[in-house]
């Protein structure tokens, strides 16, 4: 009840406190789990809210008041970062939650993020590590490989003591199925001046961000119904523009992601309406949804069968067996970080120990 009760508010339809909810928290805990505070709290703005009671609207207003005040920080990181890799001459993409806030939200501190997504070409990630660690920016503990991840995390703080989370993306997403449906050239040759974080920032064009998105949300996240991800997919199909529908299009039928762009555009239209969206996914012709992807939209995920569509997709032997032994062999470098062994210490026992304990949870639902 309490989810209706956000979409209800935030497209509009009904900004009246039902007799029945006497869950005041129950409001609360959903709209911060679902990342839509700050959203409710300025619609409810507008709004007759004399029926709501005061503690859900002091809360829903702290947490606009606190969004926006982490937004000149933000902001100009942002440009920081942008230039920085002009300055390099590399290219990059900001994507995904940053590039979404500036492109159709009215203000980007209603949409809250956790970090920036920046997506660079494969052959630049040297070049761009660099430029991090130039920024004063420390590489997170993660794995690598050619295969088992595309991205890797980088945290600063800064003079006030403020975090900033950057996550380096060489492919748009990890899971094999997904990973190469659209190229940094192909994303970059389209893409968008995000004029609020200066001039060398880009964006993929709203067409682009909008199919990312759709993606995302299962790629990354199983099919989740989360209510800021599904608004990000409500606000850019309600922006696109004629030409920009059918580039959309274009782009789903070409790389055979019909279904799932359909559940995003779906599942988007019955959460907050919208007469563009549900244009859009009515639009999209063939549905059928490609064997590797479909564990992805069956809910109750593991990283075992995120493995298993992985090895499904790959094309040769060589690369299946690689991508296996990237999960059980990471680099020594990623182990002695992780476990804290000191230089001149053997690895196998944690090795073995990694795999021992890691192989259960590939069986378990993420």
């Known amino acids: 009840m309490s989810n209706r009760l956000i979409c209800d508010v935030l497209s509009g339809r009904s900004y009246a406190w039902p007799a029945s909810m006497t869950q005041e928290l129950a409001v609360i805990d959903a709209a911060t789990r679902h990342g ?37 920080g933000r902001r100009a990181e942002l440009r920081r970062l942008s230039s920085a890799f002009a300055a390099e001459r590399i290219p990059a993409l900001v994507f ?60 600063r703080r800064d003079e006030i003591g403020s975090q900033h989370a950057v996550d380096l993306h060489w492919r748009i997403l990890n899971p094999q199925a997904f990973a190469r449906l659209a190229s940094f050239d192909e994303l970059a040759s389209r893409s968008v001046t995000l004029p609020a974080l200066g001039d060398a ?18 790629a990354h996240h199983y099919d989740s119904e989360n209510l800021l991800w599904l608004y990000d997919i409500h606000l850019l199909a309600s922006s696109l523009r004629d030409v920009e529908c059918d580039a959309f299009l274009d782009t789903v039928s070409r790389t055979g992601a019909g279904a799932v762009c359909a559940q995003g ?3 988007a239209h019955d959460a907050f309406a919208g007469a563009a969206v549900e244009r859009l996914e009515r639009r999209i012709a063939s549905r059928d949804t490609p064997a590797a992807w479909r564990r992805f939209m069956s809910g109750g995920v593991t990283q075992m069968d995120v493995i298993w569509s992985d090895l499904r997709v790959l094309d040769t032997w060589r690369d299946r067996v690689t991508l296996v032994r990237e999960h059980l062999f990471p680099p ?17 026992y944690f090795y073995a120990y990694r795999i021992a304990h890691g192989v259960k949870r590939w069986f378990r639902q993420i």
């Open 265 to 267: 555009l779906r599942l």
């Open 201 to 218: 920032a880009r964006a993929p064009a709203p067409a682009d961000a909008l199919f990312i998105a759709c993606l995302h949300r299962v």
């Open 36 to 72: 839509v505070a700050p959203l409710l709290a300025r619609a409810l703005r507008v709004a007759d809210v004399s029926g709501w009671p005061p503690r859900v609207v002091g809360a829903l207003d702290r947490a606009l008041a606190g969004e926006s005040a982490l937004e000149h």
């Open 332 to 348: 020594a470098s990623y182990m002695r970080a992780r476990y804290d062994v000191p230089p001149g210490r053997g690895l196998p």
């Open 96 to 155: 995904k939650g940053a590039a979404v806030a500036y492109q159709v939200y009215a203000q980007p501190w209603l949409r809250p993020r956790h970090d920036t997504d920046l997506l660079i070409r494969v052959d630049d990630t040297v070049r761009a590590t660099d430029v991090l660690r130039g920024l004063g920016y420390e590489a997170m503990i993660t794995t690598s490989g050619r295969l088992v991840s595309a991205q890797n995390q980088w945290i």
